[in-house]
């Protein structure tokens, strides 16, 4: 079974409005982590932003917000007033278990959604 | 502070060789991970090593090895090249202290491994 679920390969976006990307991801243990790369077109992933699963506020980065519901287990990322620098392919993934285990350096990787900004 | 840097960027191998490829983390980060991205099974973890020592494997054959050296830098090697070796290998580094409540993994370029 998947463990982090994109079901959206590909978004287009206009310039400047706001845009959800979509991760769902299935886990037993209660402490995890979630996070979002984005990967351009260079290769490089850039980290994104971070949730913890305790963590009682959704995590926000400059134009970056992360709608967390537990309950359901989605970590969607909002992206507002997108530009045309946004343009790449966006990865959710999860760290299972709790912060500084033994599970810290393995991330499980979603397949990823690939974003088009149109000016 | 310098981000993660790997070498060599690109690669071209031939099936049956060996390849050694090299990751060095961001200073003063002690824990390194290697990934394997490829368009048919996406971004799969390989391995991590903290402190030299291999904390988690992934599910590869033994084809593929690590080290991690005094100074965290990391090599990865694989040998007996086989075509489905074809990938972008990314390696990553954290920091690893819960006291300050952070594992973000920061990744390098990646190495870009072509086998004929």
Same mark, same amino acid.
């Given at each position: 079974?998947?463990?982090?679920?994109q079901t959206?390969?590909?978004?287009?976006?206009?310039?400047?409005?706001?845009?959800?990307?979509?991760?769902?991801?299935?886990?037993?243990?209660?402490?995890?982590? !979630?996070?979002?790369?984005?990967q351009? &077109?260079s290769?490089?992933?850039?980290?994104?932003i971070?949730?913890? &699963?305790?963590?009682?506020?959704?995590a926000?980065?400059?134009?970056?917000? !992360?709608?967390?519901?537990?309950a359901?287990?989605?970590?969607?990322?909002?992206?507002?007033?997108?530009?045309?620098?946004? &343009?790449?392919?966006?990865?959710?993934?999860?760290?299972?278990?709790?912060?500084?285990? &033994?599970n810290?350096?393995? !991330?499980?990787?979603g397949?990823?959604?690939? !974003?088009q900004?149109?000016? | 502070?310098?981000?993660?840097?790997?070498?060599?960027?690109?690669?071209?191998?031939?099936?049956?060789?060996?390849?050694?490829?090299?990751?060095s983390?961001?200073?003063?980060?002690?824990?390194?991970?290697?990934?394997?991205?490829?368009?048919?099974?996406?971004?799969?973890?390989? *391995?991590?090593y *903290?402190?030299?020592?291999?904390?988690?494997?992934?599910? *590869?054959?033994?084809r *593929?090895?690590?080290?991690?050296?005094?100074?965290?830098?990391?090599?990865?090697?694989?040998?007996?090249?086989?075509? =489905?070796?074809?990938?972008?290998?990314?390696?990553?580094?954290s920091?690893?202290?819960?006291?300050?409540?952070?594992?973000?993994?920061?990744? =390098?370029?990646?190495?870009?491994l072509?086998?004929?």
């Amino acid at each position: 079974a998947q463990k982090i679920t994109q079901t959206q390969p590909g978004m287009f976006v206009q310039e400047k409005e706001a845009v959800t990307l979509d991760c769902t991801y299935d886990t037993s243990d209660q402490s995890y982590g !979630l996070f979002w790369y984005k990967q351009p &077109s260079s290769g490089e992933m850039i980290f994104l932003i971070y949730q913890g &699963s305790y963590d009682e506020q959704n995590a926000t980065e400059g134009r970056y917000s !992360l709608n967390f519901q537990k309950a359901r287990k989605s970590a969607n990322l909002v992206i507002s007033a997108s530009q045309l620098g946004d &343009s790449a392919m966006y990865f959710c993934a999860m760290r299972e278990g709790p912060r500084g285990s &033994s599970n810290t350096g393995k !991330l499980i990787f979603g397949q990823g959604t690939t !974003l088009q900004v149109k000016p | 502070k310098a981000g993660v840097t790997q070498t060599p960027r690109y690669l071209i191998k031939t099936r049956g060789q060996q390849v050694t490829l090299s990751c060095s983390p961001i200073s003063g980060h002690r824990s390194v991970s290697w990934y394997q991205q490829t368009p048919g099974q996406g971004l799969q973890f390989l *391995f991590e090593y *903290f402190s030299e020592t291999q904390r988690n494997k992934g599910n *590869f054959p033994g084809r *593929f090895s690590g080290r991690q050296f005094s100074n965290s830098r990391s090599e990865m090697n694989v040998s007996t090249l086989e075509l =489905g070796d074809s990938a972008l290998y990314l390696c990553a580094s954290s920091l690893w202290r819960t006291s300050e409540g952070t594992d973000t993994q920061y990744f =390098g370029p990646g190495t870009r491994l072509t086998v004929l």
